[in-house]
């Protein structure tokens, strides 16, 4: 079984720029996952859709962060301006449904560098 | 907040058995026992998950104590590949807020020859 792809691997900009990264889930799951991870710290909840609806966005900076899964499947998460405090790496991961029987199973995530 | 307890550093030799213990005593009685571990620039990878009784697969056995307030995760064979953070996690029971893992700061397991 194919795991969570995300694309770019690495990806560097400057403060006030805008970048994107996408994530292609396990096939069939409907639950998807972004989290955050800055350095020496753990993964943290950015956003989870289930299909292309959302169910937890409450730790999501939405004054510059957005993200949509327009048909359930693929997902792209945007930062527009970017801060140097968002130099971190984000996953995405996927589960088959959002109970908490089911595990997440998670990509190996978008390195992004902030100059 | 994490709701688990996690030494912060681990050393087992290599071949032998690795237990990495996670405190949870504020547990409720529908919240699950997750595991997971982070090899240096990799995403985190699933290992086991459980409710009340032990657990076994192919890559590790998880023990609960009958009272729910902790658990050890047991690397029969630790092997140099072993060497990663180690995340215990509570998760939690309700649909809506079923899909949020709460990442603590895990234990550094460092497997030596």
Redesign the interface.
């Given at each position: 079984e194919a795991g969570?792809a995300q694309s770019p691997r690495y990806k560097i900009i400057e403060k006030r720029q805008s970048v994107a990264f996408w994530c292609n889930p396990i096939s069939g799951h409907a639950?998807l996952?972004w989290y955050q991870q800055i350095l020496g710290?753990?993964?943290?909840?950015l956003i989870?859709f289930q299909n292309n609806g959302v169910?937890?966005d409450s730790q999501l900076p939405k004054d510059r962060f957005s993200a949509e899964r327009l048909k359930g499947v693929d997902s792209t998460l945007k930062i527009q301006p970017a801060k140097l405090e968002d130099s971190a790496v984000y996953?995405c991961?996927s589960?088959l449904e959002?109970?908490?029987?089911q595990?997440?199973?998670?990509?190996?995530?978008t390195r992004l560098s902030i100059l | 907040d994490?709701k688990t307890t996690q030494p912060p550093s681990m050393d087992c030799a290599e071949g032998r058995a690795a237990n990495l213990p996670c405190n949870h005593s504020t547990i409720s009685g529908?919240?699950?026992v997750?595991w997971y571990r982070q090899i240096h620039?990799?995403?985190?990878?699933?290992i086991i998950?459980g409710?009340k009784n032990n657990e076994t697969n192919e890559m590790a056995s998880l023990i609960i104590t009958e009272d729910r307030k902790s658990s050890t995760l047991i690397l029969p064979h630790a092997t140099l590949r072993d060497t990663a953070v180690y995340?215990c996690i509570v998760?939690?029971?309700i649909?809506?807020?079923?899909?949020?893992?709460?990442?603590?700061?895990?234990t550094e397991l460092s497997v030596k020859p």
């Open positions: 969570v639950t996952y710290q753990g993964p943290k909840l989870q169910v937890d996953l991961a589960s959002g109970t908490a029987n595990p997440q199973h998670f990509g190996d995530g | 994490a529908n919240e699950y997750y620039s990799q995403g985190p990878q699933y998950h409710l995340y998760r939690f029971l649909y809506n807020q079923g899909g949020k893992l709460i990442f603590g700061q895990g």
